[in-house]
């Protein structure tokens, strides 16, 4: 059973890790999200994020394919009390549909309740920061959905850290819920843009980290180390960008770290996230029971201070 972690100032509790819904209905088919969902539950985990908008980029589909799934599994299941559910509202859905303004808001959260066959989201994040509309009227819609029982806490995703920060100062102007968490995008390779005004303010102000793209869409479990490999997925090519000197350094430190721990490099990528004190839980995904399995017992290393320095400098920007 993992240990659970409260989620900012929510009464949420959630595991340390997060599964990523992107894969249902997507890379995952229905039979084998079941399965997925089932086996994260009773590893002992109870944290599963999603958004309206996956998997609008594939062929063929338009978005809500993912909590579409995660729907017909909690009817099959009936174990919608033993998940915290996050999802996420504000990217584009179609014509008119994107950002969030209080009649979008409103629109978009019944659809989602709809297609995920529950009376509340645990987690209701704004997928995007919508500058077109006053935070006064994202954040009011949001306390209104808390009051209605529909939403239980609300989170922030892709927020700059003065916008964040802005929101937050309104919800406590105006005495009305806040975004408990922020999910930014953080990993061993991603590491400036949260670390140097994001993770201050998260830590400051006791807002959740959920970082996405734990493992650099893959590029951290170290398959993929040259040109050759990237070409062999259709996700390959978006770790082009991480080949390159400091890439190929920090692969060499998770090698030498998973030797030693006789791990796997990813599993140590995320182990290190997990143990950094301004991140509640990273999200990664899997798309068979064997690689869930290792997302697993990443959570179960425990890194050292001494390898979480290495690491440390082994993924600064600049040589240490």
């Not at 996956?54 to 809500?64: C, D, E, I, M």
């Not at 996420?88 to 859905?93: D, H, Y």
């Not at 000197?245 to 599993?267: C, S």
């Not at 690689?291 to 990443?298: M, S």
Request: proline share 4%; hydrophobic share 40%; glycine share 8%.
């Amino acid at each position: 059973m993992s240990q659970l972690r409260p989620l900012g100032r929510s009464t949420l509790r959630v595991s340390p890790l997060a599964f990523g819904g992107n894969v249902f209905g997507w890379t995952a088919d229905e039979a084998t999200s079941f399965k997925l969902l089932d086996a994260w539950l009773d590893a002992g985990f109870n944290f599963v994020d999603t958004a309206d908008v996956y998997s609008a980029w594939v062929s063929g589909h338009v978005g809500g394919e993912s909590e579409t799934i995660i729907g017909k599994w909690l009817k099959h299941s009936g174990k919608r009390n033993r998940l915290v559910l996050a999802t996420k509202v504000g990217k584009p859905m179609g014509e008119g549909k994107v950002g969030l303004s209080p009649k979008y808001i409103r629109e978009a959260v019944e659809a989602s309740l709809k297609r995920l066959q529950t009376d509340y989201i645990d987690l209701y994040q704004s997928h995007d920061d919508d500058a077109n509309t006053p935070l006064e009227d994202t954040l009011g819609t949001f306390d209104a959905l808390i009051k209605e029982g529909k939403v239980r806490a609300i989170g922030a995703s892709n927020y700059t850290a003065p916008r964040l920060a802005e929101a937050l100062d309104v919800s406590e102007r105006l005495g009305i819920a806040r975004y408990e968490s922020l999910q930014p995008l953080y990993n061993l390779y991603d590491r400036a843009v949260f670390e140097d005004a994001l993770e201050p303010l998260c830590l400051k102000r006791e807002v959740g980290v959920i970082n996405f793209y734990a493992l650099a869409a893959g590029f951290l479990t170290g398959k993929y180390r040259t040109e050759a490999d990237v070409a062999k997925s259709a996700r390959g090519t978006t770790t082009k960008k991480y080949l390159n000197p400091r890439g190929l350094r920090i692969l060499d430190a998770l090698d030498k770290v998973a030797q030693q721990y006789n791990a796997k490099p990813g599993q140590v990528a995320i182990a290190w996230q997990i143990a950094r004190p301004g991140v509640t839980a990273p999200i990664a995904s899997a798309t068979s029971l064997a690689q869930l399995e290792e997302l697993v017992v990443a959570t179960q290393l425990k890194l050292d201070a001494g390898t979480i320095d290495m690491l440390d400098r082994a993924s600064a920007e600049t040589p240490v």
